[in-house]
């Protein structure tokens, strides 16, 4: 891995500044208490007005009512967070939305409604949260964070994708299913897209002490999930969001020479573990550290 330059003084936990989208309820609602715990003084957002029970409680310092798919909503979350803290120097990207389509059914009018919904919050939302908080990260240095999925990781499936060139697989040698689903072509689209800023804003923000990486996680019990589980049972290994908020935490802790431009996954019956860095970190390792040497 490659250390990141200091912009003054890289925070440490018990500093951190850091915003959540999100964080009404399930994944972004943990992944808060988990910061807090640590140490960290967050501000909140989400769509659902319950976030603003969170308001007065220890360690949140500004919790507010914001659509990520609205770019004036979320640059004011973002400055204001920005004005009340001190500062930004954590971003968790968590806020996402999930809804099931039908290809060979769905009416070309729905299909155009879904497609508006889910690509404005689950990868527009990332973008313009990010992008406003970008020049606040620049001043303080620190990381983003944005939430995708294991549907997403082509790690060791098909062959023809095994990485044999770089250290051995994070999780040696399972072999991971077929990724995805049919019924949920626009969720895994816009988490793929959300991949395409992790790997630009890595490489863009290196030199100014900023992190960025991906993190998916396979099945964790929250609302959503539940919501498109049904009557059926917890499949074999289901997390708990506690348990995936505090790898979130353990990313953001690795500092200034943690892994970079990562694609970090956490799948299911592989047990609540942060993985060795994997091969987005590694290429982004080797593309900055090109990028840093003389013509």
């Known amino acids: 891995m490659v250390s990141l330059p200091r912009r003054g003084c ?95 059914k769905d009416g070309y009018e729905r299909a155009v409604l879904d497609f508006d919904e889910v690509i404005d919050v689950n990868l527009r939302g990332v ?56 019924n949920f072509d ?16 890595s490489r863009a923000l290196a030199p100014h002490g900023v992190r960025v990486n991906s993190f998916g996680m396979g099945a964790t019990v929250t609302p959503m999930f539940l919501s498109v589980l049904g009557d059926r049972p917890l499949p074999p290994g289901t997390m708990q969001a506690h348990e995936v908020a505090a790898l979130v935490v353990e990313l953001l802790d690795e500092g200034p020479a943690g892994r970079t431009g990562d694609d970090v996954q956490v799948w299911a019956g592989h047990g609540a573990v942060l993985p060795p860095v994997g091969v987005e970190g590694q290429l982004a390792a080797i593309d900055i550290a090109s990028s840093r040497r003389p013509a």
Not at 134 to 156: A, F
Not at 157 to 180: I, K, Q, Y
Not at 186 to 201: E, H, P, Q, R, V
């Open 10 to 104: 890289v925070p440490r936990m018990n500093t951190r500044r850091a915003i959540v989208t999100g964080a009404a309820n399930g994944l972004g609602a943990a992944i808060t208490t988990a910061l807090i715990e640590s140490g960290a003084t967050v501000s909140v957002c989400d769509k659902d007005e319950r976030v603003l029970l969170m308001n007065g409680r220890a360690g949140i310092a500004h919790a507010e009512v914001a659509d990520v798919s609205n770019a004036d909503q979320v640059k004011h979350f973002v400055d204001e967070s920005a004005r009340v803290m001190g500062g930004i120097d954590t971003v968790v990207s968590n806020a996402g939305i999930v809804r099931a389509t039908q290809v060979t």
């Open 127 to 182: 973008y313009l949260t990010g992008r406003a908080a970008i020049p606040h990260l620049i001043e303080h240095g620190g990381n983003i964070v944005n939430i995708t999925t294991d549907h997403i990781h082509t790690c060791g499936w098909p062959e023809h994708l095994d990485h044999t060139d770089f250290p051995e697989c994070p999780w040696h040698d399972v072999r991971r299913p077929a990724l995805g689903n049919k």
């Open 186 to 201: 626009l969720y895994d689209a816009s988490k793929w897209g959300i991949k395409g800023f992790t790997n630009a804003w």
